[in-house]
């Protein structure tokens, strides 16, 4: 009987046989997972996922000629040591320098005078962060937020920087003004050789620092 | 009262789930991973708020140490191969095929032209090893601007990327400046790294 049943049933598992027991298919994932997650850890300790970015500067061709700007319409800063900046603006008819003021590159410092200038002499400076307004909200596109921004900015009126370092201001410093000059819209500006007679001007402006705070 | 029977509950939780986050997040990390090549100096670089990245191809970068020490680096490999080989030709030193090749896998360099072939031939770990003096950039021997100049002619629209330490005094930065000037390059790059943006 038993026989017939087995053979009858061949197809069946288990049949006469002793029935193994049934194993799980359930993997055991822990070690996996701990192998993924140090891997996980350690991919995100070495990708470096701030990229460096780039500032582009423009110098003028050397040779051809040179644009004649109205001092009246300049700024000149000087970096120099310590961290300190010089400025100073040219006389509107003489064209002579003015008192040297000197200040450091903190928000209070170089940027309020920048600024405070550029929005005297440029009306319609107010105007580009409407623009960028506009395009954040998908009214403008980029580039015509960029043509409008720069037409402000090219103002004929506008404020020209001059931008001169001595020989102890360091690489952060021009990197500092430049940034200056982009947070303050400022369109026109130029890295330009520092010339002997303002190596007094900066003295007289640390003198003047000096006597102020002992 | 019947007393309440509490089924009992596997603690074994189904981790799939998990597990498919697990490794997605290690599949991006892994392919957005860039192993930083090896450079022979540190450079800090300067914080801005200029957003514009930095392109792959296309770029020379003269790297500025904080001893005023100056290096140079064309991306590229093939771009890399001719300019050794018209340096070569400028400084009348013969490379070998073999050691234009190898010249084309080494990133950041900063040696003058009579030590750059005896440096070629170094086994990678030993040019890790060694104390690299710089381009010489002054107005006596001004290596770098044949080095520019080179660059300029194996490749048209190549640009210039300046990474200075933040600590490098500006002396140095106008020499190299004046010095891409005269070879006609008005159009450069400072190297930065992010800052966030001042709110005024």
């Given at each position: 009987m038993a026989e017939l049943e087995g053979g009858g049933g061949g197809h069946k598992k288990g049949g006469k046989k002793p029935h193994g027991k049934k194993l799980s298919t359930r993997v055991d994932f822990t070690?996996?997972?701990?192998?993924?997650?140090?891997?996980?850890?350690?991919?995100?300790?070495?990708?470096?996922?701030?990229?460096p970015k780039t500032m582009e500067i423009n110098m003028p061709v050397q040779e051809g000629e040179k644009t004649p700007v109205p001092a009246s319409q300049t700024m000149s800063i000087i970096l120099t040591e310590n961290d300190k900046v010089v400025y100073y603006f040219r006389d509107s008819k003489t064209g002579d320098p003015l008192t040297p003021q000197i200040t450091d590159y903190s928000a209070g410092g170089i940027r309020s005078a920048i600024l405070k200038e550029n929005t005297s002499r440029n009306p319609n400076i107010d105007s580009i962060e409407i623009y960028k307004k506009m395009y954040r909200s998908n009214l403008i596109d980029e580039k015509q937020m960029k043509k409008h921004i720069s037409f402000v900015k090219e103002f004929k009126d506008g404020l020209i920087v001059i931008i001169k370092a001595d020989d102890k201001a360091k690489f952060k410093n021009l990197v500092d003004i430049l940034d200056e000059m982009l947070i303050c819209n400022v369109g026109r500006y130029a890295i330009v050789n520092l010339e002997e007679p303002e190596k007094e001007l900066i003295k007289q402006a640390q003198t003047t620092l000096a006597a102020t705070n002992p | 009262m019947p007393k309440v029977k509490i089924p009992r509950k596997s603690t074994t939780v189904d981790m799939t789930a998990m597990t498919d986050v697990a490794f997605l997040l290690l599949t991006f990390f892994m392919l957005a991973t860039q192993f930083k090549p090896d450079e022979p100096v540190q450079v800090v670089t300067p914080s801005s708020v200029s957003e514009i990245p930095i392109p792959d191809v296309g770029i020379m970068q003269i790297t500025i140490a904080k001893d005023n020490r100056v290096f140079f680096e064309m991306?590229?490999?093939?771009?890399?191969?001719?300019?050794?080989e018209r340096m070569g030709k400028k400084y009348?030193?013969?490379?070998?095929?073999?050691?234009?090749?190898?010249?084309?896998?080494i990133s950041t360099f900063g040696l003058p032209m009579n030590q750059l072939q005896q440096f070629i031939n170094l086994k990678s770990e030993e040019r890790i090893k060694i104390i690299q003096k710089g381009i010489p950039s002054d107005s006596l021997n001004n290596e770098l601007a044949d080095w520019i100049w080179q660059s300029r002619l194996t490749q048209n629209d190549v640009r210039v990327a300046i990474k200075g330490d933040q600590d490098v005094n500006y002396p140095i930065i106008r020499q190299i400046i004046r010095t891409l000037q005269e070879k006609k390059v008005n159009r450069f790059n400072f190297i930065t790294s992010a800052e966030v943006a001042a709110i005024k």
């Open positions: 070690p996996m997972v701990d192998l993924g997650f140090l891997l996980i850890t350690f991919f995100m300790l070495t990708t470096s996922m701030n990229k | 991306k590229g490999q093939q771009y890399k191969e001719q300019l050794i009348q030193i013969a490379f070998s095929q073999d050691e234009i090749k190898k010249f084309a896998v």
